[in-house]
């Protein structure tokens, strides 16, 4: 199970941490991975951690976003700096183990001017 958890509302150019809790461990996890989806919108890739420690991220939150993880709680969290508009969404926090695979319940994020 992963529980996602830490959106709220912010204003444009506020800060937020989502936090993703995974009842097991994440030591063996392939990678982790943030999504979201705006209304009337596709759910997006937004960054990606691997079991190594390597790092990806959409285009539209590089320098902004900042995806880290705490083994010792199982926990993958989502630094959210410098927030847009167009950043309001629901987030999902994704998990892959070489036998399973999670999706979080998601976390609403609302971003206003």
């Known amino acids: 199970q992963l529980q996602a958890s830490g959106g709220g509302l912010v204003q444009a150019g506020g800060s937020l941490r989502l936090s993703c809790v995974a009842s097991g461990t994440i030591l063996s996890v392939n990678f982790i991975r943030w999504h979201r989806q705006a209304p009337g919108k596709q759910r997006e890739f937004v960054a990606l951690?691997?079991?190594?420690?390597?790092?990806n991220y959409a285009d539209s939150v590089k320098g902004r976003f900042t995806i880290s993880r705490d083994n010792a709680k199982n926990t993958v969290y989502l630094e959210m700096n410098s927030l847009k508009l167009e950043d309001t969404g629901v987030y999902y926090c994704?998990?892959?183990?070489?036998?399973?695979?999670?999706w979080g319940q998601g976390t609403q994020v609302t971003v206003s001017s």
């Open positions: 994704y998990a892959n183990w070489p036998l399973k695979e999670l």
């Open positions: 951690m691997t079991r190594s420690g390597n790092t």
